[in-house]
T-cell receptor
Framework: DAGVIQSPRHEVTEMGQEVTLRCKPI?????LFWYRQTMMRGLELLIY????????DSGMPEDRFSAKMPNASFSTLKIQPSEPRDSAVYFC????????????FGPGTRLTVT | AQSVTQLDSQVPVFEEAPVELRCNYS??????LFWYVQYPNQGLQLLLK??????LVKGINGFEAEFNKSQTSFHLRKPSVHISDTAEYFC????????????FGGGTRVLVKP
């Protein structure tokens, strides 16, 4: 099993540009989570999906952030426009389903906004 | 609101010495508890979990944790650490009513010295 796949692994962009982060969950997993990790705020849950449906997006910082899951094998997290304070490592994780509590994390995308 | 407190942000320890990482959570209802490990530049990996049953839980890499309901704690221990245990460790909690959403503590950075 390839595990959770995230791309790109590193992204450097200028303030104001659009950034799209991608995630492929483990095949057969029905829940998908997006997290942000920074030194100041630690690990924060941004949004999660069950069966491709967003369940809780209360952690999304503001309207500049949006996430989609068009099918069971793909999700995107978009930031538009990006700001320097968005610089962080963004993790995607997946789990079997709503009754499964073990989450499998991807390697993360390190985003730097200059 | 759910919260998880990891009392130590950093723990230096000598190789082959024991280590204990402290975790306390706030809840008046049943909880599920987890410890994750994050090696440098990697995603999080599950070390162990408590869902029910025996309060002493054994995980991978020689780690174990004990659930103490009266003290609302879930401390992680290893009797003898290796250099390779240098990493950041996260305690997390989930509540059955919250589905499979996890709330993470702030993390404890373990530095194993030779």
């Amino acid at each position: 099993d390839a595990g959770v796949i995230q791309s790109p692994r590193h992204e450097v962009t200028e303030m104001g540009q659009e950034v799209t982060l991608r995630c492929k969950p483990i095949s057969g997993h029905n829940s998908l989570f997006w997290y942000r990790q920074t030194m100041m705020r630690g690990l924060e849950l941004l949004i999660y999906f069950n069966n491709n449906v967003p369940i809780d997006d209360s952690g999304m910082p503001e309207d500049r952030f949006s996430a989609k899951m068009p099918n069971a094998s793909f999700s995107t997290l978009k930031i538009q426009p990006s700001e320097p304070r968005d610089s962080a490592v963004y993790f995607c994780a997946s789990s079997l389903g709503a009754s499964s509590y073990e989450q499998y994390f991807g390697p993360g995308t390190r985003l730097t906004v200059t | 609101a759910q919260s998880v407190t990891q009392l130590d942000s950093q723990v230096p320890v000598f190789e082959e010495a024991p280590v204990e990482l402290r975790c306390n959570y706030s809840s008046s209802v049943s909880v599920y508890l987890f410890w994750y490990v994050q090696y440098p530049n990697q995603g999080l990996q599950l070390l162990l979990k408590y869902l029910s049953g025996s309060t002493l839980v054994k995980g991978i890499n020689g780690f174990e944790a004990e659930f103490n309901k009266s003290q609302t704690s879930f401390h992680l221990r290893k009797p003898s650490v290796h250099i390779s245990d240098t990493a950041e460790y996260f305690c997390a909690v989930s509540y059955p009513a919250a589905g499979n959403k996890l709330t993470f503590g702030g993390g404890t950075r373990v530095l194993v010295k030779p």
